[in-house]
């Protein structure tokens, strides 16, 4: 390894950081826009309580 030049070590240190940065930003992404919301659970609009008609 001792003939390893050092550009070459910092480039593969590089591509790694880059793509674990990719990776956690993708992953990110994908967990605010991506996937469905679970389908057992109920929308918020059906949570918010509706405001009684008052009696007459």
């Not at 990719?22 to 990110?28: E, F, I, Q, S, Y």
Request: positive net charge; glycine residues 8%.
């Amino acid at each position: 390894m001792d003939k390893t030049p050092k550009t070459a070590i910092r480039g593969m240190i590089l591509y790694v950081l880059a793509l674990l940065v990719l990776g956690v930003v993708a992953g990110a992404i994908y967990t605010i826009y991506g996937h469905p919301g679970d389908p057992s659970e109920r929308p918020a609009a059906e949570t918010i309580p509706q405001k009684a008609t008052p009696p007459q």
